[in-house]
């Protein structure tokens, strides 16, 4: 069926590093991709998003590439911080109506 | 400029009651869609809402219901509560450019 998703579970990271987040998703007609983080207890927060006219976006601190020759689309954090560490979700935003589906998350933890 | 409020923070029913959530949308956004949040999971689209009429629907029983009023703000109801019901409830309200802006969300416990 239709899904969206990730690869990596947990990303453990050492503060300073970059992160890389993977997203993989399956509907070809997809257009419009969102980056949401959520902390513990809170609602996802708007990170970045990409339109499918696009290949690359970038926020501060962040980028989104999209690849959608094998539907694969990816958030870089750039000189990660210990606030940075959260769940991190790939959204897809279908072209009919705003209805999002959303992967499974990965969490990012970040090591001192 | 206030964001996505909900409300209640927390609630705690048993089996077989009825639920309503509020929530009220970002100042000039028009369109308000609920999503249910299982532990350890994503999002799920349940329903959204646009001049006070469900404009689409995800996979969920006719147990979930909803409503939109003129202010925009919006409800959603949930009648003979099940154990599975446990969840984070999330309102989105849809900015101009499509992206979503969630809530804080509610955090329903079923007993």
């Known amino acids: 069926g239709e899904s969206v998703g990730l690869h990596l579970p947990t990303l453990s990271v050492q503060e300073g590093d970059n992160s890389i987040i993977n997203c993989a998703y399956s509907?070809?007609?997809?257009?419009?991709f969102i980056w949401y983080k959520q902390e513990s207890g809170k609602g996802p927060q708007f990170i970045i998003d990409i339109r499918s006219n696009m290949d690359k976006r970038q926020g501060q601190r962040v980028t989104v590439l999209l690849n959608k020759t094998v539907k694969h689309l990816s958030l870089q954090i750039a000189a990660t911080q210990p606030g940075d560490s959260a769940v991190y979700f790939c959204?897809?935003?279908?072209?009919?109506?705003?209805?999002?589906?959303f992967g499974g998350g990965t969490r990012v933890l970040v090591k001192p | 400029d206030a964001g996505v409020t909900q409300s209640p923070t927390h609630l705690i029913k048993t089996r077989g009651q009825q639920v309503t959530l509020r929530c009220s949308p970002k100042?000039?956004?028009?369109?308000v869609s609920w999503y249910q949040q299982a532990l350890g999971q994503g999002p799920q689209f349940i329903f959204q809402?646009?001049?006070?009429?469900?404009?689409q629907r995800g996979n969920f029983p006719d147990r979930f219901s909803g409503h939109q009023f003129p202010n925009y703000s919006s409800e959603l109801n949930v009648n003979a509560l099940l154990l599975g019901d446990s969840a984070l409830y999330l309102c989105?309200?849809?900015?101009?450019?499509?992206?979503?802006?969630f809530g804080p969300g509610t955090r329903l416990t079923v007993l």
């Open positions: 959204a897809e935003n279908r072209a009919a109506g705003n209805k999002l589906t």
């Open positions: 989105a309200s849809t900015g101009t450019y499509n992206e979503q802006f």
């Open positions: 509907n070809s007609a997809s257009d419009y």
């Open positions: 100042s000039g956004h028009d369109t």
């Open positions: 809402y646009y001049e006070e009429e469900e404009r």
